[in-house]
């Protein structure tokens, strides 16, 4: 049992940092491209990275018992909408500059979670729990008194749709990876239609003279499923406490790329707004060890 437990740990670490570092490191090198057209490509590339693993775990009898069910995807339909917003304001904050403020969603997400899922599943909040949601909030309205420009915007709807599409997730019991198949179908026609705009505009940089440039732009997708693989592995083998903790490297890989490799701007009210989250961070890790 140990050993399984500690090779989930690992699991879920390597996903943790392979999206708070190579995640960011390879969209940050591509968002030249554009974030719209990255996001297409992410989108495409995700489709046609899961239908071949698909076919490489023989999971295809789980798609279509999942598809039979119109419970299961209406819900997918939603988080599939969901999942869409995530993935394009994170890329639009990779390409504009804003990897700090994406790090602050991150940070705050799995306290906004406890948050709705008391809400919606009537979870149970204890003390230390309920002061962290709070400390959560002081720190939003500490940024819209002190500048409304400094409220990191981006973050925030990082962390609402993530935390919704985790809610929406819960509502249905699937395979996670089958799961984004089915919500990146749905968004697949979409892709197609921009991909479509895209390059009959002439602004696309995924093109057949380019073979090396389309190799790169195609690694959107293994980008995006290895480290979902990793790390919903690493939650089967030891748990969503332990997890949800080793899931704190990803932002704070992310703002410190952010600070400290791309130089990005941090103000003081920011920092002050930050000292709030880490405050909540450290208490609702705290109970989560306790608890664990």
């Given at each position: ?265 941090f103000s003081i009210s920011k920092l002050v707004s930050f000292i709030f989250i880490w405050i909540a961070v450290i208490i609702y890790l705290k109970d989560l060890h306790e608890i664990n």
């Open positions: 049992m140990n050993k399984e437990f500690n090779k989930g740990l690992l699991l879920a670490g390597s996903g943790s940092f392979w999206w708070g570092f190579f995640g960011v490191i390879y969209f940050k090198y591509i968002a030249f491209i554009g974030h719209v057209e990255l996001v297409v490509h992410r989108c495409l590339w995700t489709t046609f990275t899961l239908l071949i693993t698909t076919f490489l775990f023989s999971k295809w009898n789980i798609f279509f018992k999942i598809i039979k069910n119109k419970f299961n995807l209406f819900y997918l339909f939603i988080s599939g909408f969901l999942i869409f917003i995530n993935w394009g304001v994170w890329i639009y904050a990779i390409a504009t500059n804003r990897i700090i403020d994406a790090s602050f969603g991150y940070f705050i997400m799995p306290i906004l979670s406890v948050m709705l899922g008391n809400f919606f599943f009537d979870e149970k909040l204890n003390s230390k729990r309920i002061f962290s949601i709070l400390l959560v909030v002081l720190s939003i309205l500490f940024l819209i008194v002190v500048s409304i420009n400094s409220l990191p915007w981006v973050g925030l709807i990082v962390a609402l749709s993530w935390s919704l599409y985790n809610l929406v997730r819960k509502k249905i019991n699937v395979d996670t990876d089958i799961g984004l198949l089915i919500e990146s179908l749905f968004i697949l026609p979409f892709a197609l239609i921009a991909f479509y705009l895209i390059s009959s505009s002439g602004y696309n940089d995924f093109r057949l003279s380019d073979p090396s440039m389309m190799l790169i732009i195609f690694l959107a997708g293994p980008m995006t499923v290895i480290p979902l693989f990793l790390y919903v592995r690493g939650v089967e083998l030891c748990g969503l406490g332990p997890t949800g903790m080793i899931f704190y490297i990803t932002p704070t890989l992310q703002f410190l790329l952010g600070y400290f490799y791309y130089n990005e701007a």
